[in-house]
């Protein structure tokens, strides 16, 4: 079946740091990936997705890529910011059609200190 | 931009309790969804509805569980008879269209305590 893991938190970093927080998944056919972020107090939101291998998908300075050779979606952000602080959770779609939604991690609490 | 609405935003309740969980997903979406997260574990899903019917559903999701669409805005999620281990966040998430790559909106969740 679908799964995806990625790395435990929380991960605790300074402003302007350099970000990966790894992601990798295992599923039959091509999924498509998906990097949601969830604030204190909100809801789940979509950052970023990417549908096919090789694709990079971007958002508010974030990037995913698509590597199906390693089977992997890391996301990475050149320099975090405090407002960056959240949960991050990677998920894959591969209903083919069907409506069992998303598979998601764990997700990763990511703290970033002024 | 458009957002899915849950209430309440906690739930307490007592063993062997029915609780019922509400939400409201976007006016124009036709797709409907209950996740929830255990604390420390995976979001994991529950149910899809679609057209008044339940599309797919989980293992999780068993005879304890229901789903409905009472009138043309509310979305709910009943657990007739709590269990312990039913504490977790409960998410709603709702979809305008139906494919691998599309969106889903999410609410900011009912966490569920059961005691």
């Known amino acids: 079946g679908n799964s995806v893991t990625q790395m435990e938190g929380p991960v605790t970093l300074s402003e302007e740091a350099f970000l990966t927080i790894n992601c990798t998944y295992t599923?039959?056919?091509?999924?498509?990936l998906f990097w949601y972020v969830q604030y204190p107090g909100e809801g789940l939101q979509l950052l970023l997705k990417a549908t096919k291998a090789d694709d990079k998908g971007s958002n508010k300075g974030f990037e995913a890529t698509y590597r199906k050779e390693t089977t992997s979606f890391h996301l990475e952000k050149g320099s975090v910011q405090v407002s960056d602080s959240a949960v991050y959770f990677c998920?894959?779609?591969?209903?083919?059609?069907?409506?069992?939604?998303?598979?998601f991690g764990k997700g990763t609490h990511l703290i970033i200190q002024p | 931009e458009p957002e899915v609405t849950q209430t309440p935003s906690h739930q307490v309740t007592q063993m062997g309790q029915e609780v019922i969980l509400r939400c409201v997903p976007i006016?124009?979406?036709?797709?409907f969804y209950w996740y929830r997260q255990i604390l420390g574990q995976k979001v994991e899903f529950l149910v899809s509805?679609?057209?008044?019917?339940?599309?797919?559903k989980s293992e999780i999701f068993d005879d304890q569980f229901s789903v409905e669409r009472p009138d043309g805005s509310n979305f709910t999620l009943k657990i007739r008879s709590t269990k312990l281990e039913d504490s977790a966040m409960y998410f709603c998430a709702s979809s305008q269209l139906l494919g691998q790559g599309e969106k889903l909106f999410f609410g900011s969740g009912t966490q569920l305590s059961v005691l």
């Open positions: 509805f679609y057209n008044n019917e339940i599309s797919e």
């Open positions: 599923a039959t056919g091509y999924p498509s």
């Open positions: 998920a894959l779609s591969n209903s083919g059609g069907g409506a069992d939604g998303l598979t």
């Open positions: 006016s124009n979406h036709l797709y």
